[in-house]
């Protein structure tokens, strides 16, 4: 595709539109058709709807579903407070603690939907620090070589940038966190014959613990592999959509959205190979045995 | 053991050995020696122990109380992986890794140290020793029955040339006929390979036509130990005489 020259020239202004419209909670960006609270109000008719489908075909979700819309806003509403609070102030300090308690956030989530189903040796508090050291280096890394050396944001701490990204990098880095341990404790135990066979070899711990290895970064990375794959065809992307919606060119919206696809890859590869790495360890004991409490 | 001194302690002596998963004790008070023999059979009831007991000879677990000595000297004064090249363990499923059969052998020979590499045993003889023909190098392990299964993690576990062979009754998930066949070669290794093997076995003909000591297992502990024909002419313990009662 031939992209004309003067249209990415026009396209560089705006910054991100989804924050954009954060920015001033009073006055709606430019352009932007505003969504007023009586709006908002009209919305939920749509899971009024949805309480509709469910009493009809008795799905017994209504609660489910008042619940968790009920959820959504405070959530929503109690976000974008914060975050214009965060961006008035415009301090370092809060925008590193926004990130922690986003990295905290996802590692509570990562780590307790790892832990699978059987009692495994291997404790939640062990999963905890290392999902979470792992997301710290992996989103980390990436998030400062998008930030400080790609876009090169001025100040270094702009909250416009950093939070937004950070969100997309810690959440993709939570499912493959998540995935990658699960995977890799159910792998050690199903091909536990292998890996002792391995053992009994004389094979170091690594090398015996190799293969399911191996399909725990693969499953974990598969589904950003799939991102990749068809991005653009099936969906337009969140973000993209966001800053479209705010009026951005969309092809400086494109721009963005590759970029933010590969800084998810590099995170997700970075976090998933120190999650695995390290957890295999917590399987083995000093002297190369398998320490996985079986029931007994 | 200094060199030029002669080296009579035991194969394996194991003293005061507990081991328990959780709360469940399954080895306890087991006191015991293997001697320098051919062929050591373990035998006892289901969930005496036997396994457990195996597995802590090549440290694929380390009890968690009393000593164990190969040779005499402490089992964790040897490096586990030299160790587990001396002491090769052939597991009650075959284990085989995905690849050919070939490939098996390679791999051990690769994880068997200086020692298996510099004087690589050839596949073809390694495969004549467990009975399978030269035609089986080439075969994927997921094409195997179970009895060449188990033949090939023999000849696997033969590949880093160890001095004891540990069997987790090999013949346990093979027909009966098969299993004869396979006895007959385990019965060979130690004239030909100069292995010791320490064979679990629930099948008591197999330990009495096959070994030449036999230790009885039962509730985590060892109630009888000796010289195969006399433990099964003349038990000295009742629980071994109730057992091989029973079982016959």
Do not use: C
């Not at chain 1, 430019?30 to 489908?53: E, N, P, R, Y």
């Not at chain 1, 990562?110 to 905890?128: E, H």
């Not at chain 1, 919206?253 to 933010?260: D, F, G, K, N, P």
């Amino acid at each position: 595709m031939i992209i004309p020259h003067a249209m990415l020239q026009d396209a560089v202004t705006p910054a991100i539109g989804t924050i954009a419209m954060l920015q001033d909670a009073a006055t709606p960006a430019t352009g932007i058709i505003d969504v007023s609270w009586t709006d908002l109000a009209l919305s939920f008719a749509l899971i009024l709807v949805a309480i509709g489908v469910s009493r009809w075909r008795s799905l017994d979700l209504e609660r489910g579903f008042v619940v968790g819309a009920i959820r959504a806003v405070v959530q929503l509403v109690a976000v974008g407070y914060i975050l214009v609070y965060i961006f008035a102030v415009d301090q370092w300090w809060l925008v590193l603690l926004a990130l922690a308690v986003m990295l905290l956030s996802a590692t509570q989530a990562a780590s307790r939907r790892a832990r699978g189903r059987k009692p495994l040796r291997n404790d939640r508090k062990m999963l905890w620090k290392i999902s979470g050291t792992s997301m710290l280096v992996g989103s980390g890394l990436t998030l400062a070589f998008v930030t400080q050396v790609l876009l090169r944001v001025e100040p270094w701490y702009e909250p416009q940038y950093l939070i937004p990204l950070f969100g997309m990098i810690v959440g993709n880095a939570m499912n493959a966190t998540a995935l990658a341990a699960e995977r890799l404790a159910s792998e050690l135990e199903s091909q536990r014959g292998q890996v002792e066979a391995y053992l009994a070899l004389g094979a170091t711990p690594a090398r015996a613990a190799a293969e399911p290895e191996r399909r725990a970064m693969t499953a974990a990375l598969i589904p950003t592999i799939n991102g990749l794959m068809t991005v653009g065809l099936v969906s337009l992307p969140g973000m993209m959509t966001g800053q479209i919606l705010a009026g951005v060119s969309p092809l400086l919206a494109i721009r963005y959205q590759i970029v933010v696809m590969f800084m998810l890859v590099g995170a997700t590869a970075l976090t998933t190979a120190a999650v695995v790495l390290w957890y295999r360890r917590t399987f083995f004991t000093p002297a190369a045995q398998l320490s996985i409490r079986v029931p007994v | 053991m200094p060199a030029g001194m002669a080296d009579t302690s035991p194969l394996f002596s194991l003293e005061n050995v507990r081991q328990a998963r959780g709360d469940a004790v399954i080895l306890r008070d087991l006191s015991v020696d293997i001697p320098r023999t051919e062929i050591t059979a373990l035998i006892g009831p289901s969930g005496s122990g036997k396994t457990s007991f195996l597995r802590l000879l090549n440290r694929l677990d380390d009890p968690v109380a009393g000593a164990i000595r190969f040779h005499g000297q402490p089992i964790d004064s040897y490096p586990v992986a030299a160790l587990r090249r001396r002491v090769g363990f052939v597991f009650q499923q075959p284990a085989l890794f995905a690849g050919t059969v070939a490939d098996n052998l390679n791999i051990a020979v690769q994880l068997g140290g200086p020692e298996a590499q510099q004087d690589p045993l050839p596949i073809d003889r390694v495969l004549d020793a467990v009975e399978l023909s030269p035609s089986f190098a080439d075969r994927d392990t997921a094409r195997l029955s179970g009895g060449e299964g188990q033949r090939v993690s023999i000849a696997r576990a033969l590949m880093t040339r160890p001095e004891v062979l540990l069997l987790d009754e090999p013949t346990s998930a093979l027909d009966v006929e098969i299993a004869d066949r396979l006895l007959r070669t385990i019965s060979r290794l130690p004239a030909e390979y100069g292995v010791s093997v320490v064979m679990v076995t629930h099948r008591l003909y197999e330990a009495r036509d096959m070994s030449t000591w036999t230790i009885m297992l039962d509730s985590g502990t060892v109630v009888e130990a000796g010289p195969t024909a006399q433990l099964f002419t003349a038990a000295a313990n009742e629980r071994t005489r109730a057992f091989l009662a029973v079982a016959k």
